[in-house]
């Protein structure tokens, strides 16, 4: 077996998921704790490949020997979360543990995934929001985040997305499908929310930045279709910052993460 393992973690504090020499990444943080429980070096693999800055509320990853399919301990299942949370930095919280087959990949067997990003509709600065939720340039009006809102309905579906990936990405394939686009007002807060199969480079901060310059008025609701369509960069809005960007949480098929869905809510 493998052990699969949901945790948050403060993205401000790493240089992304992906270990680097001479860098603080996630992946390596949860390395070190593996090794200090288990006491032996294990391979951890994530579920995806977030950004320096990103926020993860529910990244999953799996837990093998090093080289090995599954993992062979005498550590009980249960005892992991309390265990493994010991030797975490108090930006990284272990949520939930369980076990898999050694054939479960946690990128490649996910449904879906679910990115929120924080914009706060007040462009005041706020202390509370640093490495947070993005500030913009002007307030945002209720009609705004409607104009907003009818926007995003319409990245609903299957698309080319190519005008939402940054360069510096090998993929060649950038058709992509998501499920539900939703932007939604709480507590000051405005949360552009997708759900999908995949995610381009950047995409959904891509996305983010093009609806907000809608909600600034500068492009309209029923020219998002034609930007999609355009299948080039530059049709769409800005890249925004990374630190406002949240994996809110991974799908996988019924049943295999039986046991492992508490949740961390959002700040």
Known sequence: MKILIKIAYD????????????????????NAAAKQLFGFDCDVTGCSRTDAGVNALGFYACIA???QPGLETGIPVSAVRPAL?????????????????????????????????LISESSLRNPFYENRVFVPSRDLSKEDTERMSSAAETLVGRHDFSS?????????????????????????ICAVTLKGN????????????????VG?????????PSVTD???RPAAGPTLPPYALYLCDVEYPSGITDGSQDVCRMP
């Open 11 to 30: 993205g401000s504090a790493f240089s992304g998921w992906q270990a680097q020499p001479g860098k603080n990444t996630v992946q390596q943080t949860i």
């Open 230 to 232: 355009a299948c080039s």
């Open 65 to 67: 020997g090093k080289g």
């Open 164 to 188: 939402y990936m940054n360069s510096g990405s090998s993929v060649t394939d950038c058709v992509r499908e998501i499920y539900s686009a939703t932007v939604t007002r709480r507590d000051g």
């Open 216 to 224: 600034y008025g500068r492009i309209l609701p029923g020219d998002i």
């Open 198 to 213: 995949g995610f381009l480079y950047n995409m959904v901060r891509i996305i983010s930045g093009t609806l907000l310059e």
């Open 85 to 117: 949370n010991r030797f975490l930095p108090p930006e990284v919280a272990l949520i939930s543990a369980c076990a898999v087959p050694d054939s479960f990949h946690p990128r490649y067997s996910a449904v879906s995934k679910t990115y929120s990003y």
